[in-house]
Each structure stands twice: as structure tokens, then as C-alpha cells.
């Protein structure tokens, strides 16, 4: 029974069903606690997928706990070089990059890319997870020239192993063409921005929270580039999709308004542009 509650988690979380994965994975988790102990590898491997979970609704100091508690058991139960272990450390690795805690999610990230690559070999699936996550921290951060080849090699990996219309090709995508706005080089990104949208809505459906992430993207382009009038209906659709998928007051929320804000002030919509700024200030004033 816990095997397929963990499945039906699993496919909840795959299709951005976060709420719904959420007490399936829970259940589990129970389970497989209540029947092999509170160490058993299974049960680290449950943890970190409630603790994935946790991040992606934006529950960050949970998210932390679990995946914490997930890595711990998994060093004991295994070692500290197991693939195992660099799954949890990827988990962590993201959080702490949405965290903004970006020397500890740099060494995490880090630490999980060589256990997976000692593992696995250089083009595995998990290697590529590993490259882009760290592609993401270097890229805030604005390292870009340490974050494209990392971004580039783990898009390469993905493509020859999922094939050019796989979600995780779409993420690779989506975090190169980020690259490329944020240094301007918008010929560049609005290409790959655009494969990165059409693969997620074709594999996701048009409602997924990866697809808002894309849109977003491209919505933020468009600004950039002055075509707020394009710019404008994309970032209203990816708003509405993240309010709907995950919630009135989560972090990716906050980001659609206040990006649609700052499309505001560029067109001179003032008062508009202060009712969502307000809205934002305090869904991030809540404690995570």
C-alpha cells in the first residue's frame, strides 16, 4: 500500500498537484516509519520527497527539516557517497537558492554534481540535475559565464537522454534563457524561452506551475524589450495559474506581481502598480 501511495504522490508532484501530492506522500511516509523504523532507507527516501513537496508550496523552514532529517538517513544508512545522498543534497541545494542562501546551496550542489558523477558517469540524468541547479545559484549571483556551460552541458545530457520535448529539457531551457535576459541578450532567449513554453504545455497541460514559470520568463523579455502590450496578458496568465496551483500567498505569487507592477510603472499606471506592491510586501512578509 505504501508503494502506491508513494507513487500517486509521485504523479500528483509531476503534474504540479502539490497540494494533493502532499497527504499521499505523508502516508507513506507513516507507513513505511511505522513498519521499518525511523532510519530505514525507504523512509529517507519518503522524507525527501514530502520535503520537495514542502519547498515547491513555498514552506521553506519545513521543507529544510524533512530534507535535513532525509539526508541524515541516508548518510547513516548508506554513506555520504551514495546517489542517494546526492538527491537529498540537490533537494537542499534548490531550497537554499530560493532561499537566497547561495554559499551553502553552491556547496551542496557541488558536493551532490561529484557523488553523482563518481556514480553514475558524466551524462546521467542526476548529473544534469546537479549542473543545473548549480547553473541557477551561479546565475543569481550573476557569474554568468560559470553558469551558462553548466546550463549548456546539463541541456546537452537531458536531450540526449529524454529526448527534445522531455519537461526536464524544458527546465534546462528555461534556466538558459534566464541567463540570457538577465544579461540582455534578448535574440538569444526569446528562441529559447519560447521551446521552453511549448514543451512544458504540451507534456504539462496549460496549468502547470512550470508553464507559469515560462510564461513569466517570456512575459519579462517582452517588458525588457518594451512590448508591454505583449507582455502584459502573458504575465496576467502565469499570475492566475500560480495563484490557482499554488495558493494566494506563495513566493511565486509575489514575483507575477510584482513583475506585472513594474509593467505598471512602465506604462504609467501608478496606483495600479502600488495595490499589487502592497499585495507582494506582504505575502513576503510572511514567515516561511
Known amino acids: 500500500m505504501a508503494g502506491s501511495l508513494w507513487s500517486l504522490a509521485l504523479l500528483a508532484y509531476e503534474r504540479g498537484q502539490y497540494a494533493e501530492a502532499e497527504p499521499l506522500g505523508r502516508r507513506a511516509f507513516e507507513i513505511y516509519e511505522k513498519t521499518f523504523g525511523p532510519e530505514y532507507v525507504v523512509v529517507g527516501r519518503a522524507l525527501n520527497l514530502l520535503a520537495e513537496l514542502d519547498r515547491a508550496r513555498g514552506l521553506y523552514t519545513q521543507a529544510e527539516q524533512l530534507g535535513l532529517r532525509a539526508l541524515a538517513i541516508t548518510e547513516k544508512a548508506l554513506g555520504p557517497d551514495h546517489p542517494d545522498a546526492a538527491s537529498s543534497l540537490n533537494v537542499l541545494a534548490l531550497l537554499y537558492t530560493e532561499q537566497g542562501r547561495y554559499a551553502e546551496s553552491e556547496s551542496l550542489g557541488r558536493r551532490a554534481l561529484a557523488i553523482s558523477e563518481r556514480s553514475y558517469g558524466p551524462d546521467h540524468p542526476t548529473v544534469a540535475e546537479s549542473l543545473n541547479n548549480l547553473a541557477k545559484v551561479y546565475g543569481v549571483r550573476g557569474l554568468y559565464a560559470e553558469a551558462e556551460p553548466l546550463c549548456r552541458r546539463s541541456l546537452a545530457i537531458r536531450e540526449k537522454v529524454f529526448g527534445m520535448d522531455h519537461p526536464a529539457v524544458a527546465e534546462s531551457l528555461n534556466n538558459l534563457a534566464e541567463l540570457y535576459c538577465a544579461q540582455g541578450l534578448n535574440a538569444k532567449a526569446e528562441p529559447v524561452g519560447a521551446r521552453a513554453l511549448a514543451i512544458r504545455e504540451k507534456a504539462l ?36 495559474i500560480r495563484e490557482k496551483a499554488l495558493g494566494p500567498d506563495h513566493p511565486e505569487v509575489a514575483a507575477s506581481l510584482e513583475n506585472l507592477a513594474r509593467l505598471y510603472r512602465a506604462t504609467e499606471r501608478e496606483r495600479e502598480a502600488e495595490e499589487l506592491e502592497a499585495r507582494a510586501a506582504r505575502i513576503r512578509s510572511i514567515k516561511r
Open 205 to 240: 497541460g496549460p496549468d502547470h506551475p512550470h508553464v507559469a514559470e515560462s510564461l513569466n520568463n517570456l512575459a519579462e523579455l517582452y517588458r525588457a524589450l518594451g512590448r508591454h502590450a505583449a507582455a502584459e496578458p502573458i504575465y496576467e496568465r502565469a499570475l492566475t
